[in-house]
């Protein structure tokens, strides 16, 4: 019965077809059609010359089944097609306004659950419907095929999905290579729809090269409508943020992290996210700013942009941010400095803060490759290296911490280097680019603020070996050479010194130390404090010294020189002196006392000089100052008054009443700070006088624009002066020590001419005066020189080869004894040696034995008396307390 049916069906459809073959003028269907609608239908042959006749026929025809199922002439052939193709034929409308039809797609979705084997065959025949209606402008048809193609791919998860995604995926990539903007961007959110979906099993064979070329194609759309353009653009950035979804944690994938793809995708970012500028600058009003805020492709771009490095590994960094400066390199982005400090905020707030000293490290390198570029190339990248440095987390800089200071130090020698020789060719080829000197200017600015915005990141170790680091580069006369440079002369030593100190200056702004022993080495110390040629250099060193001893932001209120009647309106932040200062003071007080009264004696010293040579000797009364320390200050200052009156200096009338007024200011401080009132009482009875006859010799009156000043200084004596005698007179009835007070101060040149260690800083004095012990009987006379002639340093080399001979003659004596002499009588030699040396240590020990203190106690002599045992020192019993 059923094969009769089908027998009769057949035989209905092939009159029709005949019918329809003659209304149309053609002579038969072609065999295509026939085997689709019939089963076992036979062939009917067809002449030759209609057969491309025929064949269009069968096209429409079979367009015509396609679209209309159960409709018209084809409806009977509805039930011989595949369930899935029915079902998928079902979603569609007669009318494509009508949208995809729902039931019939719950439908799809269910059977697609039921049998997901046959996944894969619906999204083929999707596929090629799809492919159909987008040759023949079916858009319609082409919208509702990718909805259908959406709502399956989110509902169906399982092994057979990777079959249907390559069917999806072909689809997309259809509409993507279409030139319409509409299908391009209905591609990319279906796309996009897809990469938010977790796929259970991987993807051995997946490609995604093409969809990152398109997207970053699009992320560059010039379409001639705005509002078009902008919706392409924004289409790419979400199919590039989708493509990362995808791809960034399936390590079955290609590596998204490769350079092909990066040096796509990167760029393709950072060209929406630079185009923000011109859109800002349209100024829309404040309704349209608000509705379209949240549709900038700017805003969306440093979203995808922020995402992707969020996801980046320690081994992809250096992938993500080469591209970032290429493209700056490329746009000439650099000299604007804005957008490149932007981007790299976005790269440094995104990544992880461990991982901060990998863009840094490629910063500094892309400068040193960047070294013979022009100064505001340069400037650029440094200003980003000083925003990146601010960003990075404490000890971010990473391991290799002296060299990131190393590079911006030849950096800043480099720019020196080419001020001096006019061109970034140091050889002075024909033909090099000739530079302009205030943009090396600014860029040596900005390499001194990075050098200390890296230093504020690091800890107080890190600090202090820096600070050493740069004072080994800072060319020292005598000392060491400090940077090599191509250029030399003392023109170029003076700049590279500046320079480096104000780097120094910039690394020791806020340091804070409790040790000043530790910020102050003597490899630090010495060297810096020979810097003493160059005013601007002076200057420097004094600044760097005043940041380093200033641990309680006492600075900020000795800024300028002024006599005050009380100083308690300062508000002064003090400590007691600690053992680290104390013994700070012992080793480097001459060096610190010497240094502030050549700065006074320097011609070329002026009002910044005086300013801070005075805030020095402030802060070393606040900070450092002890009883002994306090009379050196004193004894220094009455030093800078003789100096101010003594004529064989080659001073200025200014200098001369600068000297007299920082005295004067001084004194003032350190009598209030002292407590005492007699000596209070004689300081302000000087100031008092001057300030009646000669107001010329206060601060008042000195350091200000125009200073009113005698054409010469008439010679001063009396009431107008500080007297040595006096204040030795009142300072030594409070306790200080007179003699060292009596003795007039004389600087210090060499370290040889200092007493020994084992001497107390009170009783250290100046080379030309010798100081007695006061248990001495007697004082000696001094010496006198000798003179000095020519015959002399004769018989001294003489001597000298004479002395060569005779050591080399007693040492080969001493060989040829321990080489030939018996065993006995070397062990006797070296017996009665040390038998002397034993002697001599007890002698020094018997020397070193005080009478009895309070602890050792008394005993009775053979005689009835009580006589005082004497214990050594090490053998005496201290209270816990006293021990430490």
């Not at 796929?199 to 001639?224: A, I, L």
């Amino acid at each position: 019965m059923c094969l009769y049916m089908c027998k009769r069906i057949c035989v209905c459809v092939s009159v029709l077809l005949r019918r329809l073959a003659c209304v149309c003028d053609r002579i038969s269907v072609c065999v295509t059609l026939r085997e689709l609608v019939c089963v076992r239908m036979p062939i009917m042959p067809l002449p030759v010359s209609e057969v491309q006749s025929s064949r269009r026929l069968a096209v429409d025809c079979r367009t015509l089944l396609d679209h209309r199922v159960g409709k018209g002439v084809c409806g009977c052939c509805g039930a011989l097609r595949p369930r899935y193709k029915r079902l998928v034929d079902n979603i569609f409308p007669e009318d494509p306004e009508d949208g995809l039809v729902k039931a019939n797609m719950e439908k799809l979705t269910f059977y697609a659950l039921s049998a997901p084997e046959k996944l894969d065959r619906i999204g083929a025949y999707l596929s090629e419907r799809l492919s159909r209606d987008v040759a023949r402008h079916r858009y319609g048809y082409v919208c509702i095929a990718m909805e259908a193609l959406d709502q399956l791919l989110m509902a169906c998860h399982c092994q057979s999905i990777n079959l249907f995604v390559e069917s999806f995926l072909k689809m997309v990539r259809k509409l993507l290579e279409s030139d319409k903007p509409n299908l391009q961007i209905l591609g990319t959110h279906s796309f996009v729809k897809f990469a938010n979906i977790e796929e259970d099993t991987p993807s051995y064979h997946r490609s995604y090269d093409f969809f990152v070329s398109r997207f970053s194609e699009m992320c560059h759309s010039s379409y001639e409508d705005p509002d078009i353009r902008t919706d392409i653009r924004m289409a790419g950035i979400k199919g590039l943020q989708g493509v990362v979804r995808k791809t960034v944690n399936d390590e079955l994938q290609a590596n998204i992290w490769d350079p092909q793809h990066m040096d796509k995708i990167v760029p393709s970012l950072l060209f929406n996210l630079h185009s923000r500028q011109g859109t800002e600058s349209r100024s829309p009003s404040p309704l349209q700013a608000s509705e379209k805020e949240k549709e900038s492709p700017a805003e969306l771009t440093e979203r995808c942009f922020r995402e992707l490095l969020g996801r980046a590994a320690y081994g992809n960094i250096k992938n993500a941010v080469t591209p970032v400066l290429m493209h700056l390199d490329n746009h000439s982005l650099w000299e604007g400095k804005s957008f490149a400090v932007r981007c790299f905020k976005i790269i440094m707030y995104s990544i992880q803060s461990q991982h901060s000293h990998l863009v840094i490290q490629q910063l500094l390198g892309h400068l040193d490759a960047n070294s013979k570029n022009s100064a505001t190339v340069r400037a650029g990248i440094v200003e980003v290296l000083l925003e990146a440095a601010a960003i990075a987390a404490s000890g971010s800089v990473g391991p290799t911490v002296l060299e990131v200071f190393n590079t911006l130090l030849r950096q800043l020698r480099l720019s020196v280097d080419y001020e001096l020789t006019g061109s970034y060719d140091t050889g002075g080829n024909i033909g090099a680019k000739i530079i302009k000197t205030h943009e090396e200017r600014q860029l040596q600015e900005a390499v001194i603020r990075t050098i200390g915005s890296f230093a504020n990141t690091l800890p107080t170790y890190q600090r202090s070996e820096v600070m050493l680091f740069i004072m080994g580069k800072i060319p020292v006369p005598g000392v060491h050479p400090g940077l090599t440079s191509a250029v030399s002369g003392p023109e170029a030593t003076r700049m590279i010194q500046v320079m480096l100190l104000k780097s120094l200056v910039q690394v020791t702004t806020g340091f804070q130390t409790t040790n000043i022993l530790t910020a102050l080495p003597t490899s630090f110390l010495e060297p810096l404090l020979s810097l003493q040629d160059d005013p601007q250099v002076r200057l420097l060193v004094l600044s760097i010294l005043l940041s380093l001893i200033d641990r309680h932001d006492n600075r900020p209120k000795f800024s300028s020189i002024s006599i005050l009647a009380d100083i308690s309106v300062l508000k002064l932040k003090a400590d007691k002196c600690s053992r680290q200062d104390n013994l700070f003071m012992k080793k480097h007080a001459q060096q610190l006392y010497r240094h502030i009264y050549v700065g006074c004696k320097e011609p070329s010293s002026s009002q910044p000089h005086y300013e801070s040579l005075y805030t020095l000797l402030a802060l070393i009364s606040m900070e450092l100052a002890n009883e002994e320390v306090v009379v050196d200050l004193i004894r220094l200052t009455l030093a800078l008054q003789d100096l101010a009156l003594s004529p064989e200096e080659s001073l200025s009338v200014y200098n001369r009443c600068a000297v007299h007024a920082l005295a004067a200011a001084y004194l003032n401080l350190i009598c209030q700070l002292t407590t005492v009132p007699t000596f209070c009482q004689h300081i302000h009875e000087v100031i008092e006088v001057r300030q009646k006859d000669f107001p010329h010799l206060l601060p008042e009156d000195v350091f200000i624009d125009n200073p009113k000043l005698p054409a010469s200084l008439e010679k001063l004596e009396g009431e107008v002066l500080f007297q040595q005698s006096k204040i030795t007179e009142v300072l030594g009835g409070s306790g200080y020590n007179t003699d060292r007070l009596a003795t007039p101060y004389v600087p210090q040149f060499t370290d040889e001419d200092r007493l020994s260690k084992r001497k107390s800083i009170g009783e250290t004095i100046s080379l030309q005066v010798e100081v007695e012990s006061r248990n001495s009987p007697e004082k000696e006379e001094k010496t006198p020189a000798e003179e000095i002639t020519f015959e002399t340093l004769k018989n001294a080399i003489v001597d000298s080869v004479g002395m060569e001979e005779q050591e080399k003659e007693r040492r080969r004596l001493v060989v040829e004894k321990f080489q030939k002499a018996p065993f006995e009588e070397i062990a006797a030699h070296c017996g009665a040696r040390a038998t002397l040396l034993q002697s001599k240590l007890n002698q020094i020990f018997e020397i070193t034995i005080r009478p009895p203190p309070s602890p050792s106690g008394t005993i009775s002599s053979g005689y009835g008396q009580t006589q005082s045992r004497s214990v050594p020192v090490y053998e005496m019993k201290f209270p816990d307390l006293c021990v430490y």
